[in-house]
């Protein structure tokens, strides 16, 4: 059987993003940063306060951090040296979820089996340690609601993840009590924040000219240091830009959505981040197939796609279960390209929604963006498509703007965290 060259061709056309929406996207993306700090319900970007603003470059000191948010569960034991210097004395590190053995992340799990696996992983770097007290940092990469910098209240879960009991309670309690169930008391939970306000302290401990942070991973979204204007002293927002819901969906984005532990929230994310874009292609390929698939795709089935035409012919067959040509599979490169693509330029227009915020009505403010996260990484076309797609936006001014790899910032941007409650 033959590709149906004409869906293919349709279900390429609905995944491009052309310049001119490309540009409302990203103005789009300003409109609601701008209501949403006015408090304006209109938006669809939570904008929540980090309570912290970056670092001074000088904390030091030893620390533990936690790094929760994605599928595995990583702690370290870190010392911090100033001057944006550091180093790791000890790692812990295990997956939430084995499949055929145990999950945390899903609704049969509580919040007190999923806290008491974790603490495992606090004990794992203490090496029998119960006494000299420490600090832990904690980066919790869900949208949470924050009064202070010491405890953050789970809003509700994103990243398909739908562990029972968490959601509208506070994350560092649960922590506490895990730990001391333990018997681990000199363990301080002190700090709480989003991990890509861990990437933009990590990066703005190093270097000065950095405003915002981003995670391009299983999840998408960004961080940016607010200056209110000089009215009052400047705060990181964590955006939860995944949730941002101004852009018209196509009709996989609505099968997707439709199927997912939570319909209607986090409609960029599931546009773009590495959770969804093995989904997407799935959809599209049962819509060109004209039936269900026997299993999906995932992102790395999709790079491994578009890195060669006749291994991809393999995954093809793999996941779909008939033969393909190398033909067939080059011509669905072109597929995989337009969702990595798209995502690649929506994610543009989100960084560029915050410059243009920033620079009000004036310049362009010159700095790094720090980006850490597999897809940012490791799938083909993205840095040079997000590239690309900056100067089709930023024009004249793109040269102003570098977007920067800042890899493994969830660990020392807790451990910042933790350092800088001692500061405030
Ligand atoms: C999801 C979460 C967000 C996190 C992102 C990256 O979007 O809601 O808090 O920053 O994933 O991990």
Request: proline fraction near 4%; charge should be negative.
């Amino acid at each position: 059987m033959g590709l149906n060259e004409e869906k293919l061709a349709a279900a390429v056309a609905a995944f491009t993003v052309d310049t001119d929406e490309l540009q409302a996207a990203a103005a789009a993306f300003r409109y609601d940063i701008e209501r949403g700090l006015e408090g304006n319900t209109e938006s669809t970007l939570p904008l929540l306060p980090a309570y912290l603003g970056l670092p001074t470059g000088e904390e030091q000191g030893e620390y533990l951090a936690l790094d929760f948010g994605g599928t595995n569960v990583r702690v370290l034991r870190l010392q911090l040296l100033g001057h944006g210097r550091f180093t790791t004395l000890a790692k812990a590190a295990a997956p939430l979820r084995v499949p055929g053995q145990y999950d945390y992340t899903g609704s049969s799990a509580t919040a007190t089996e999923l806290f008491d696996f974790i603490a495992g992983q606090v004990d794992a770097v203490l090496d029998g340690d119960h006494q000299t007290p420490y600090r832990l940092g904690h980066t919790f990469s869900f949208p949470s609601s924050q009064k202070d910098l010491r405890d953050a209240r789970l809003l509700h879960w994103t990243k398909e993840f739908a562990t029972s009991g968490v959601e509208g309670a506070y994350v560092n309690a649960f922590l506490q009590e895990a730990l001391l169930r333990r018997g681990i008391g000199n363990v301080q939970p002190t700090a709480v924040i989003n991990d890509t306000v861990a990437v933009l302290l990590a990066a703005a401990y190093e270097r000065g000219d950095t405003y915002i942070g981003s995670i391009y991973a299983t999840g998408q979204n960004n961080c940016y240091l607010e200056s209110y204007g000089g009215q009052r002293p400047a705060m990181i927002l964590n955006m939860e830009s995944g949730n941002f819901a101004k852009l018209l969906p196509n009709t996989y984005d609505l099968q997707l959505d439709a199927a997912s532990e939570k319909p209607e929230r986090q409609r960029l994310e599931k546009m773009v981040s590495g959770r969804y874009l093995g989904e997407l292609f799935t959809l599209a390929m049962e819509d060109i197939q004209g039936r269900p698939l026997p299993s999906s795709f995932t992102s790395q089935d999709m790079a491994e796609l578009l890195s060669d035409a006749t291994a991809g012919a393999k995954v093809l067959q793999r996941v779909v279960g008939i033969p393909f040509s190398a033909a067939e599979a080059a011509a669905l490169q072109l597929l995989a390209a337009s969702i990595l693509r798209r995502s690649a330029r929506l994610v543009a227009a989100a960084y560029t929604g915050v410059l243009w915020h920033q620079a009000g009505s004036g310049p362009i403010v010159p700095q790094q963006i720090a980006i850490d996260g597999s897809v940012y990484e490791k799938m083909p076309l993205v840095q040079e498509t997000l590239t690309q797609a900056m100067a089709e936006l930023l024009e004249e001014d793109a040269g102003k703007v570098q977007l920067r790899l800042a890899s493994g910032g969830s660990g020392l941007g807790a451990a910042l965290a933790a350092a800088m409650c001692m500061e405030k």
